[in-house]
């Protein structure tokens, strides 16, 4: 392991930068000042950082822009009293050089980073817009489909068994061990608070006081989650992102770019798919909320669900197509499958192998859902929804497919049957909504 | 991780130790030096190695003796041409200590470890014979279920995610993942040459041709073992033995040692459990192979049968045991299993894991069984009897019922089920024997 990317070393060196200290750093960097043009005095410098957790700078001068993000040593949300390792803008930039090398052009370009400082600089993405926002606002993304399904499939299966050496794989896994605290916050967040009283869960209430009393009861979702959250923990299947929801993509018409990947680590390959997923089908039972008229948003809710489709069809269909084609790792040895007769075998246990990573991302798409609608951290799909009656009849709906797809999962065998779950509770009306 | 552990680092200082060199290095180790007692000129240095990687000595004083284990930077059973990192020693002794820690008195004491030297000093195991001979002979181990159930289920489930946190989980899974050249001898002998052609392969000719060539062209076999390899690279459940057969057994009547973990890693935990059940299949379907009339090793047979029931029912029995008492990993919260019903589901849920943790045993058992008949590294269960047709029977008989437990694992419920098969199968001729 880097010795950088522990927990205090360096620490000496760090320090909150505010907006005057920022430019007076970048000013000594020649390729940033390059980048940006114009003298030092001159950049505009803007905090924009509406995450959770760090501090993000727009800077801008008379030739280019840049964005600057630097992590805190406690979660921003919380305060000081929440403390979090700078280490993960470490772990953050290791995941950004990785994802950068195989899929270019989906991630923001890394113009520098200061492990000290816990602080990365990168290209500045314009006119893009948090996808999430895009979402609400009704805007389709021709390209997402084909963006995001690269990202996965390279991502993934250039850091899975099937591509490296058990070798290259462990030193991966060892290189990425260090960020556990961002993990953590995960294995809380996701697949335990909702599930029991804890302080900081919420949840639009009155509406939906029965139906989080339900989930804190129910013992067949509790096991289920559990065995989530074992995965989660236990299945270092390919570096994955690690917080792939539509927040952490930013579009353009032309455009898709994944950020914020300091939750990297080697883990699940269904924890991406189903983050995208998850995300894409909260915005489209989020989507009745945002309507003005009856029907106005219907075929944009109809594209959600084709891009819901789309995702996985694409995704698993570049990623055997990588199979077949650039199978270096140690899994499935292609001498074992030699011939006609082997060639056969290993494409239906290709499939086979999809069929084990789709019942994944089903239950982790469902537990992204649940988080959301009963735990900390909300997303805008429901929070921007005035009416809380009508929000919490969406969050209802949302929660019913999520449960289903959680304690079913067997039951959901292609991704059409969970467009068309989507579709149908689109449909229903909770008890509170008469 | 350790600098010392990385390959390379101290190499300068490492020799490889003849006879005399060993007298001085140990008569400058006090503690050594006591232990022993007499003048280091009067010891007696003996080297009994007999094993595939690793240079032993004996060491005996006037009042102690004691095992010497020196790495070679080469496979020794092959020699210069195969290298082997030495660091393999340093996991050796990491295992070692986090098993003396857990199963005190099942593992010899480590009295003295040097990196460098890629050298650890032992309590000599007298008079303890490799358990591998005791059951050729015919030996009884009273103890033995009671000891290797203990040894097991602490050293695994104290390195699971039922008693870790994540963090140290992640954290131990990094400690271990420089071993990964120990690792690979694992997935290439056990878990991809015997089902493909390999110069290192061999087997009892000509009677197994036959055999050895169906396994070769066995598409379903070959995606059974493919996907054990996956799980045995992708699976850090709990930090393993990685090699613990019977060879890696020290037994007396009244005690049980386990030695020799230098393959050490976080994988399956069925693999460790798969390789003691495995390899007492072998020495029970093996026993026809060493009567001199026929029936009279029957009741030993039969015991080794009860030996193989009692080594899961008590290892699961115990492992269960601890998760009930000693549950503070992130694993299967307890928040979420409250009250009297969560109980009764978190305990149903338990007897659902060790079901799950059996089917991994049954399978990688099987690959054990294989890996010893048709690849490059034989036991002497086998090798020992003189009559090839005979050792031939026994063996086909071994990879009849192998096959069988690795293609229709979900068949095999109980360990009963196991038993019984392998019951029947001593009874099976192949064609070749008439």
Redesign the interface.
């Known amino acids: 392991?880097n010795l950088q990317a522990q927990p205090g070393s360096g620490q000496s060196q760090y320090r909150i930068l505010r907006e005057a200290d920022l430019r007076d750093y970048l000013a000594g960097l020649p390729a940033i000042v390059a980048h940006l043009g114009g003298a030092p005095a001159d950049w505009s410098i803007s905090e924009v950082g509406d995450g959770n957790l760090n501090l993000v700078f727009i800077v801008k001068g008379t030739s280019g822009g840049i964005a600057v993000k630097q992590a805190l040593p406690y979660v921003r949300l919380v305060g000081e009293s929440w403390p979090l390792p700078l280490s993960r803008a470490h772990y953050e930039h290791l995941a950004l050089v990785h994802q950068a090398r195989l899929a270019p052009k989906l991630v923001p370009a890394v113009l520098h980073h200061d492990g000290p400082l816990a602080l990365t600089a990168m290209e500045l993405l314009e006119p893009h817009i948090i996808m999430r926002k895009g979402l609400i606002g009704a805007t389709r993304y021709p390209r997402f489909v084909e963006d995001i399904s690269t990202f996965l499939a390279r991502t993934l299966f250039f850091s899975s068994?099937l591509s490296l050496t058990?070798?290259e794989?462990?030193?991966g896994?060892?290189d990425f061990?260090?960020n556990?605290?961002l993990?953590?916050i995960t294995?809380d967040l996701i697949f335990?608070d909702p599930?029991?009283v804890a302080e900081q869960n919420r949840w639009t209430a009155p509406h939906l006081d029965a139906t989080a009393a339900a989930f804190r009861d129910d013992?067949?979702l509790?096991?289920a989650?559990?065995r989530l959250?074992?995965k989660f923990?236990?299945?270092?299947?390919a570096l994955i992102h690690g917080d792939l929801h539509t927040g952490s993509i930013m579009v353009a018409a032309s455009e898709t770019m994944v950020i914020d990947p300091e939750f990297a680590f080697y883990g699940p390959m269904g924890f991406d798919i189903g983050a995208v997923i998850g995300n894409l089908i909260m915005a489209y039972l989020a989507s009745a909320g945002h309507e003005r008229s009856p029907g106005e948003r219907a075929s944009f809710e109809a594209w959600l669900l084709e891009t819901v489709e789309g995702v996985w069809t694409e995704f698993a269909r570049k990623f055997v197509a990588l199979w077949r084609s650039e199978a270096k790792g140690?899994?499935?040895?292609v001498?074992?499958?030699?011939g006609e007769?082997?060639a056969t075998?290993l494409e239906a246990?290709r499939q086979a192998y999809m069929a084990r990573l789709f019942q994944d991302t089903v239950g982790f798409a469902a537990a992204k859902t649940i988080r959301r609608i009963l735990g900390l951290a909300h997303n805008i799909d429901f929070e921007w929804i005035a009416d809380e009656k009508q929000r919490a009849i969406c969050e209802a709906r949302a929660l019913k497919l999520a449960r289903s797809m959680m304690l079913e999962t067997p039951s959901f065998t292609t991704i059409g049957a969970v467009t068309k779950a989507a579709r149908e509770v689109r449909n229903w009306q909770p008890e509170f909504a008469n």
Chains 1, 2 share one sequence.
């Open positions: 392991m068994d058990a070798a794989k462990k030193e896994i060892a061990a260090g556990h605290a993990c953590k294995e335990t599930y029991r013992l067949d509790h096991v989650i559990s959250k074992l923990m236990g299945s270092p299947e140690d899994g499935y040895p001498s074992l499958f030699a007769a082997g075998r246990e």
